[in-house]
């Protein structure tokens, strides 16, 4: 099965043209406006006729540039030779343009040098567009004839081993030695990721056979049948499957690549539990009740009513992973009622007073700084059931968030107490198995006893304000991020910004533009910096417009995140490269750059500490660079170029040890005259928070909400906490989207008794 160069190379930014490409004569080249993309494949497919190969991924697309050649090697067939030949043979040419989206676009094969070593982190190119035989080489991979085939093998094997029970040879048969194997709610009530041959076999060692799994087939659906992949550690095949337990309906991706003398392995297996038997999520409901003798209002209120008087689930705190969860449960047949602070949805309270900490475990999006919008694209972090509207922005404002999920809660029929607070202290009675909550709402003392209780209520305790000496002299104003009410308030003022992730970086871009006097960023240590254009690049790729949310989901959550680790780590180089001139002008002002602790980047050090990452984007959002870190940089003008030119001063390395009457003195002796001081220092641990609510005894016995386990799993959010009945929601509208049905999960399992199967 030939890999097709439609899928692998975006034509977007190739027009829709249909003249043949041409080249002018002398050195220089031309791209006719109206070459067609139908003309680079047919091109294409001649040189992989010529090179009498089936199995080519993509050919090298173009080959002339000035004065040296500038070639395009992917993963093609194995007559290397004969395909440079054929290639030369075309007159392809390219612009400048051109050759740089092709460049961004095509994506190279990694491979192992005979020392084990990757090669692959490294684009093939050198420092003049050129590139040596040798590594083209080794760049070049055959790929399996018949996808379809290569799964229905190695399916085969998978049924005949889970059907024996041997879990050694589940491992050793059918993983790489160093493959990855992620279970989601199959052969444990838990989320588990094994690591290795060894890992593999040690936990499936009681669990296979007992799983007695069944009818494994194929997965049909368009997007999952078995197709190539390309990832640092090589190309493969990648294909769902199906497949039953006796409780429930499963499914599985698996991802294999070619092993010397052993045919195809995985590289890496995901399974996850998918609807229990007999109790799958509903469907759109016909909308005629009681034979269109009832309306719709009536329903409603019976429905509302009955979760509020006998609710299965109480959620805590109304943003998206509170309202996701609420949604999954009703079209899973829970019932869930909202517990939120805010008199609306989303809604900054009129009577807040800035200067004065009311931190609510409800308070998101309206009561954030304004200049605030999502950092990743809608796609990725649109809701579930409801997709964003496609006239919506690319990132999605504060505001038009809000309101989104104010219309969200509404349209989802979600049942919601605004204004309303769980008061101290709430009990669990185990033999019951029930909670008793006294609720605040809206000034009125109500008692529910639900069977569940979910925390959604975000990863942050209190704002994290540091205690430093004399505060009390100073004649400026002191606040946290969390008040921070725009920038037009600090116009014409001294301000500095104590702290350098995210929130810093949008909060000094925002009084930069807003016109303080001065604005200076206390960096304290190290913050992770990425290009919009990179990250945003990698977004889209995995949630095309074109595919299913539900599916981009599925391939997402299929990830083990230790894999990811190590993609990650082995792209790191070639990543940080991208973004040299950027990078270059941060550490010229002073600003210092890492990319994690272990080199693995953004993505881990969001899941693993919540933060130490920054992200910039710039005005001009054609992919320009974006960066990223623990709380977020800059929008529109983009604070890097800002930091860059001097119009936002970096101090780094120290901390400030003592205010005066019209600054801060620091560690290092020197002293920074300020009118204004904004703490973007992060928040108190969440358990603060909830003790007071559910008690010490309580907090104490369950798992931290975030971060990842040493299986580089998430720690406590949609999985068993350590206290019975007590539930974590946490993250991000995605993460929320997709594991809101593990939680649902867990909680029906409970309902009907069956965690015991």
Not at 324 to 349: C, D, P, S, W
Not at 369 to 380: A, N
Not at 435 to 464: E, L, N, S
Not at 540 to 548: G, N, T, V
Request: glycine share 8%; proline share 5%; net charge neutral.
């Amino acid at each position: 099965m030939a890999l097709a160069v439609r899928n692998i190379i975006s034509v977007d930014g190739l027009g829709n043209m249909e003249d043949e490409p041409r080249c002018d004569s002398g050195d220089r080249y031309v791209w006719d406006k109206h070459k067609t993309k139908e003309q680079i494949f047919r091109s294409l497919e001649k040189v992989a006729k010529e090179v009498g190969t089936g199995n080519i991924s993509a050919v090298v697309i173009a080959y002339i540039s000035h004065k040296t050649p500038y070639v395009f090697p992917v993963i093609g067939g194995p007559k290397v030779k004969q395909l440079f030949a054929s290639i030369k043979g075309l007159e392809i040419c390219l612009s400048p343009e051109q050759i740089s989206y092709l460049e961004s676009a095509v994506v190279y094969e990694p491979a192992r040098l005979p020392d084990g070593n990757m090669f692959a982190s490294r684009s093939p190119f050198n420092v003049t567009g050129q590139i040596g035989m040798t590594a083209a080489s080794q760049l070049i991979t055959d790929v399996p004839v018949d996808a379809r085939a290569i799964a229905h093998a190695w399916l085969k094997d998978f049924i005949e081993i889970t059907a024996s029970g041997n879990a050694h040879h589940f491992a050793t048969k059918l993983f790489k030695p160093d493959g990855w194997f992620r279970d989601v709610l199959v052969f444990t009530w838990d989320t588990r990721t094994l690591h290795g041959h060894g890992k593999i076999s040690d936990y499936l060692e009681k669990k296979l056979a007992s799983a007695n799994i069944t009818n494994v087939v194929l997965d049909e659906t368009p997007e999952l049948r078995p197709s190539p992949f390309t990832l640092p550690f090589g190309q493969g095949i990648e294909f769902s499957f199906r497949f039953e337990t006796p409780i429930a309906f499963a499914r599985g991706l698996a991802r294999l690549l070619p092993m010397t003398l052993s045919g195809m392995k995985a590289l890496s297996v995901f399974v996850m539990m998918e609807d229990l038997k007999g109790h799958k999520e509903s469907v759109a409901e016909t909308g005629l009740y009681g034979g269109h003798t009832i309306t719709w209002n009536e329903v409603l209120e019976e429905r509302r009513l009955k979760v509020e008087n006998d609710p299965q689930v109480v959620i805590i705190g109304g943003g998206q992973s509170g309202l996701h969860a609420a949604a999954r449960f009703k079209q899973m047949g829970i019932a869930a009622l909202i517990v939120e602070k805010n008199q609306r949805i989303g809604r900054l309270l009129p009577d807040m007073n800035p200067w004065v900490p009311q931190f609510r475990s409800g308070d998101n999006w309206r009561k954030r700084y304004p200049s605030l919008t999502l950092h990743t694209p809608k796609l990725y972090s649109t809701t579930l059931y409801q997709p964003f509207p496609h006239n919506f922005p690319l990132f999605i404002p504060r505001d038009k968030i809000a309101d989104w999920l104010e219309h969200y809660a509404k349209v989802q029929d979600l049942v919601v107490w605004t204004n309303s607070q769980i008061l101290p202290k709430a009990s669990y009675d185990a033999q019951k198995r029930r909670w008793t909550i006294q609720v605040d709402r809206d000034g009125t003392k109500v008692m529910v006893r639900p069977k569940h209780v979910v925390v959604a209520a975000g990863v942050h305790g209190f704002p994290h304000i540091p205690v430093i000496p004399h505060s009390e002299n100073f004649r400026g104003e002191v606040l946290h991020t969390s008040q921070f009410p725009g920038g037009q308030r600090f116009a014409r003022l001294r301000v500095v910004v104590i702290g350098a992730g995210n929130s810093s970086a949008d909060i000094c871009q925002d009084l930069s533009f807003r016109g303080a006097a001065s604005v200076t960023m206390v960096q304290r240590s190290k913050t992770c910096v990425i290009s919009s254009r990179e990250i945003t690049k990698n977004f889209i790729q995995a949630y095309p417009d074109d595919r299913p949310v539900e599916i981009s989901d599925f391939k997402r959550a299929s990830m083990p995140l230790g894999m990811v680790r190590v993609m990650a780590q082995a792209t790191a180089d070639q990543a940080q490269a991208v973004d040299k001139e950027m990078l270059d002008g941060l550490r010229k002002s002073g600003f210092q750059h890492y990319y994690g602790e272990d080199n693995s980047g953004v993505g881990i050090l969001y899941i693993s500490r919540g933060g130490g990452y920054c992200k910039c984007r710039f005005s001009d959002f054609s992919l320009k660079p974006f960066q990223c870190g623990v709380d977020l940089l800059g929008l529109d003008v983009g604070c890097a170029e800002l930091i860059a030119s001097g119009k936002v001063a970096i101090r780094q390395g120290v901390e400030p040890v003592s205010f005066t009457e019209t600054g801060l003195v620091f560690n290092d002796g020197t002293e920074l005259q300020a009118d204004a001081v904004i703490f973007a220092t992060g928040y108190t641990s969440w358990r603060d928070r909830m003790k007071d609510v559910f008690g010490p005894e309580v907090m104490e016995s369950t798992k931290e909400i975030w971060g990842l386990d040493e299986e580089d799993e998430m720690c406590g959010a949609y999985r068993p906490t350590g206290y019975p009945a007590f539930w974590y929601a946490a993250g991000d509208f995605a993460d929320s989207r997709i594991y809101s049905k593990q939680l649902a999960l867990h909680i029906k399992a409970e309902e009907l008794n069956l965690k015991g199967s």
